[in-house]
């Protein structure tokens, strides 16, 4: 399905330049697109080390499965296949938990960790996504937030009279979404 | 709201702080363990650099392409049928690949109409509300090897377009 997306997406872009007479300006975009996402790497590198590290101080010290024991309801109703000890939990609480406080990317080594732990326990099934990662997946995705602070300071930068006034019902549209996710998910799992 | 800014401030370093504490008092060698996970997190990056830079190049030759100025003009029709206003839809496509495009797009809407109106608001809680799905959906199922990725992206489009749908519906309720 990637594979379709992403050839989809390259295929009719080059399309539509050539009809609208956009080459020129695109052979640049190429270029530059490959050296943003260098510079995106290097800063990612960075962020996504450094939370790695506390990760695994938090992980060795026994804070991410005390974190996951208190939030075990939640994390059960969610994911009912996950056995209640499994080191899979204490990833998808953490990922959960930095998705929630708009950590960025301290969600992407959590998050990968995760996807890890829920490929352990599906290793009869090698190449296909399992009922949890798919579920795991669309919860990212659907981003609950408590509060945008990347959204509130592009406001402000943009003049905005009252940044702050996406807090409220930012928070409700993203609850809303989220409880939609959840209930997408739970029909997708049982109906396969 | 001062306060609000202020907790958002310092929410990073106290994470970092109560991680640290707590391991202290657990007694676990902090820098060692650091060091490690630091180490593997440096793999992670370069396990995901090749996604990364294949997404974004498709991106940026659909972006440059003025594609979708096209795909606004179409939809130019459905002008007021639509539950949304149409000058956001470019910005929930690209959403879905790139958050640094999608960011982009939100400063030309900001320009264009303000931040605080109808349109620049509904942008703005939609970017608050969904999250980069083809974007994480590479990064996260390639670094396992999935290639069968089920429901997940019909799922992932449908809850993009509810959440345009609910942006711009509570936009309208919090504007007026």
């Known amino acids: 399905m990637l594979n379709y ?14 009809i609208t007479g956009n080459i020129e300006n695109m052979s640049q975009g190429i270029l530059t697109s490959a050296k943003d996402a260098v510079d995106l790497l290097i800063l990612m590198a960075g ?21 996951s024991e208190k939030m075990k309801p939640l994390l059960h109703f969610l994911f009912p296949n996950i056995p209640r000890n499994h080191i899979a939990n204490d990833y998808i609480c953490a990922n959960f938990i930095a998705n929630i406080l708009g950590l960025g990317w301290a969600c992407t080594p959590t998050g990968l960790q995760a996807m890890k732990a829920l490929k352990q326990l599906e290793c009869e099934r090698q190449d296909t996504a399992s009922d949890e990662m798919c579920t795991f997946l669309i919860l990212n995705i659907s981003s609950l937030q408590l509060i945008p602070m990347n959204m509130i300071a592009y406001r402000s930068q943009y003049g905005s009279p009252a940044p702050m006034a996406v807090i409220a019902p930012g928070l409700i549209t993203t609850a809303l979404t989220t409880i939609i996710a959840i209930i997408l998910c739970r029909i997708m799992c049982k109906r396969s | 709201m001062k306060l609000v800014s202020y907790l958002s401030m310092f929410l990073i370093p106290l994470v970092i702080f109560y991680i640290i504490v707590y391991a202290l008092l657990m007694k676990k060698p902090v820098f060692e363990l650091f060091l490690k996970g630091a180490k593997q997190g440096l793999i992670t990056v370069a396990e995901i650099a090749p996604s990364i830079i294949g997404l974004l190049v498709a991106v940026g030759i659909f972006r440059s392409s003025g594609a979708l100025d096209l795909i606004c003009k179409g939809l130019a029709s459905l002008k007021g049928i639509l539950p949304f206003p149409i000058e956001v839809i470019p910005l929930a496509i690209l959403k879905m690949f790139s958050s640094s495009g999608a960011n982009a797009l939100l400063f030309d ?10 349109i620049g608001f509904t942008a703005s809680l939609l970017l608050c509300c969904t999250e980069t799905l083809f974007y994480t959906i590479s990064i996260y199922f390639t670094s396992v090897q999935i290639k069968k990725t089920r429901w997940v992206i019909p799922a992932g489009i449908f809850l993009a377009l509810v959440s345009l749908i609910l942006s711009a519906w509570v936009a309208q309720v919090f504007i007026s």
């Open chain 1, 5 to 18: 997306v992403w050839s989809i997406l390259i295929l009719t872009g080059i399309v539509i330049a050539a």
């Open chain 1, 47 to 67: 962020v996504i080390s450094m939370w790695s590290g506390f990760l695994k101080i938090a992980e060795e010290s026994g804070l991410t499965s005390y974190l």
């Open chain 2, 109 to 118: 809407i900001y320009r264009s109409y303000g931040t605080d109106s109808y």
